[in-house]
Structures are given as C-alpha cells and as structure tokens.
C-alpha cells in the first residue's frame, strides 16, 4: 500500500504464529470476508452480532469517506481477548473534514471532532451526523473492557478501557487511517446498552 508501511505493521502486529486471517477488502467481498474472519477466529455466537456491528460500521467508514484505492483487514486472538486492524491508504480522517471545509486545531482535534459525530456524509443536501465510530469505540471499551488506537494524518488517539482518550501528534504526516481495537469476548456483550453518544 502506498505511503502505509503495511508491511511492517503486518510483520510487527501479524507474525506467521500469531496470525489468524489477513485480507483485501472490497465493496464487494466485504460481507463474506466478515463472515470467514469471524468464523476462522471461532467467535463464540453470543458475540457475533456486536462484531458484525463494528465490522460493518469500520468498513462502512472507509467506503464513504476514505477514497482509499487499498483497505486491509487483519486479525488475531490471545485467549478471549481479540484484536483486529483496518487500514486503508485513502486521504485520512482529518484530510476528509477539511475538504469538506471543517476546522479543528490539530489532526487530533480532527479526529475527536469524527469519533463525536462530525461527519461528512451528506444525503440529499444534508449533512448526517455519524455516530458509528462513537458507537464501535464505546462498545469495544465499555463493552468488551478493550482499547482503541485510531492513526490518521498527523493524529493519534488512544481511548482506553475507562473511555480516557489519549492525543498524539504523530511527527510523519501518514496518508490513510489505521483502527486498532482490542476486546474481551469472555462475556456477552449488549450492543444495545452501548448505543448511545460518548463524548470524548
């Protein structure tokens, strides 16, 4: 992937031991593909639906804003707990609200600015607000007692198990988005109790 150093996420993140599924993902595979990761992964089924959930939201995010030309999809398992990475080579979460004319101090700011709902999703003229990346990060924390790391541009969060974001400038502008997010799966999670707005 171009301007994304795939190939050493992939060898840092996603050893031959360690591994469980790596794929490229289109519009047109991307149901299948969820299914095939999560069942080569053996979620237990009281746990499919909030990862279809999240899948189907990460996905959905990179399709309607990234204009990315590649997008990955890794994942692996230690016990109960799961991590799973999706990255696109697009133009960046924080590149995206600025083309649609959005200010924010930082890529960082950008990015919290995304994660509580600003979006640039427009249907017939109107602008919608987007509460899928709120909804994924607080049912992974919240919910699956997990972490997310969201890079993109020049930004970096981490938003810990208590909802506790941390901000980084990264010092090399990266094209594309990274999304790590680590969840325990030990117990069944209600993404209903999850659904609503976080504010970060």
Same mark, same amino acid.
């Given at each position: ?153 020049? &930004?970096? /969060?981490? #938003?810990?198990?208590? @909802?506790?974001?941390? %901000?980084?400038? $990264?010092? =090399?502008?990266? *094209? &594309?988005? /990274?999304? #790590?997010?680590?969840? @325990?799966?030990?117990? %069944?999670?209600? $993404?209903? =109790?999850?659904? *609503?707005?976080?504010?970060?």
């Amino acid at each position: 992937m171009e301007n994304l150093d795939i190939d050493n996420i992939i060898e840092f993140y996603f050893n031959k031991e360690t591994s469980i599924r790596y794929l490229n993902i289109n519009s047109d595979n991307s149901v299948e593909m969820t299914n095939d990761i999560l069942n080569e992964l053996k979620i237990d089924k009281k746990n499919i639906n909030p990862l279809k959930f999240i899948f189907h939201e990460l996905i959905g995010n990179i399709y309607d804003h990234a204009h990315s030309k590649n997008a990955l999809i890794l994942g692996r398992k230690f016990e109960e707990t799961y991590e799973f990475i999706f990255m696109d080579d697009g133009i960046s979460i924080p590149n995206s609200l600025k083309n649609n004319n959005f200010q924010f101090e930082n890529d960082c700011e950008g990015i919290i600015q995304a994660i509580n709902g600003l979006s640039t999703k427009n249907e017939l003229g109107y602008i919608e607000r987007g509460t899928g990346l709120n909804n994924t990060i607080n049912i992974v924390s919240s919910g699956g007692n997990g972490e997310t790391l969201i890079a993109s541009g020049e &930004g970096l /969060i981490c #938003i810990t198990k208590d @909802n506790t974001p941390f %901000k980084k400038k $990264i010092s =090399k502008n990266m *094209n &594309g988005t /990274i999304i #790590i997010l680590r969840i @325990n799966l030990s117990k %069944k999670i209600d $993404i209903y =109790k999850y659904l *609503n707005q976080v504010k970060y």
